[in-house]
């Protein structure tokens, strides 16, 4: 699949790197404006009427991250709320840099309400291509099955 999407790209003049797999044409690339300028660490979860545009909360508990809450970057005014602790699944890692700026890690693909994809990374939202499209849709092999009442397969 790597060798296959390579040669696609080679065939138009892009270049991917194997380390984070984005596009590069060779030219300057324009980072986007930072979204989070810090990232706010708190000991008690906030309610989501105190979570506000463009700010990152952090909940912490004994030295440990729990839960990460932001308003959606897309501005449709959702509370995205994160569990950064086992045993939830799937759950995200955050680090904060020097200048107190949020990293998110993996992804975020909303399933639901806007429908956005993104990751975050010293504080700038990256968006994907297929944000606004969901994810059994953009991705169906993740989320091929077969169904039980009909035996087809959805």
């Known amino acids: 699949?790597?060798?296959?999407?390579?040669?696609?790209?080679?065939?138009?003049?892009?270049?991917?790197?194997?380390?984070?797999?984005?596009?590069?044409?060779?030219?300057?690339?324009?980072?986007?404006?930072?979204?989070?300028?810090r990232a706010t660490v708190v000991e008690k979860t906030p309610s989501n009427a105190a979570v506000v545009e463009k700010h990152f909360v952090v909940v912490r508990y004994k030295d440990k991250f729990l839960w990460a809450l932001f308003k959606c970057p897309c501005r449709c005014g959702e509370v995205v709320s994160l569990p950064l602790q086992?045993?939830?699944?799937?759950?995200?890692?955050?680090?904060?840099?020097?200048?107190?700026?949020?990293?998110?890690?993996?992804?975020v693909w909303r399933n639901k309400a806007c429908m956005s994809h993104f990751w975050i990374e010293d504080g700038r939202v990256f968006w994907t291509l297929d944000t606004g499209m969901a994810p059994w849709i953009a991705k169906p092999t993740l989320y091929h099955r077969q169904d039980r009442r009909d035996g087809l397969d959805v």
Not at 93 to 107: E, F, H, K, Q, T
Request: charged share 20%; glycine share 6%; no cysteine.
């Open 1 to 37: 699949m790597w060798n296959l999407l390579k040669t696609l790209a080679a065939s138009i003049g892009m270049r991917f790197s194997r380390r984070n797999r984005r596009p590069n044409t060779g030219e300057a690339r324009t980072l986007p404006g930072v979204w989070f300028d």
């Open 86 to 107: 086992a045993p939830h699944s799937p759950r995200w890692s955050v680090s904060i840099n020097n200048a107190g700026r949020p990293s998110l890690y993996p992804s």
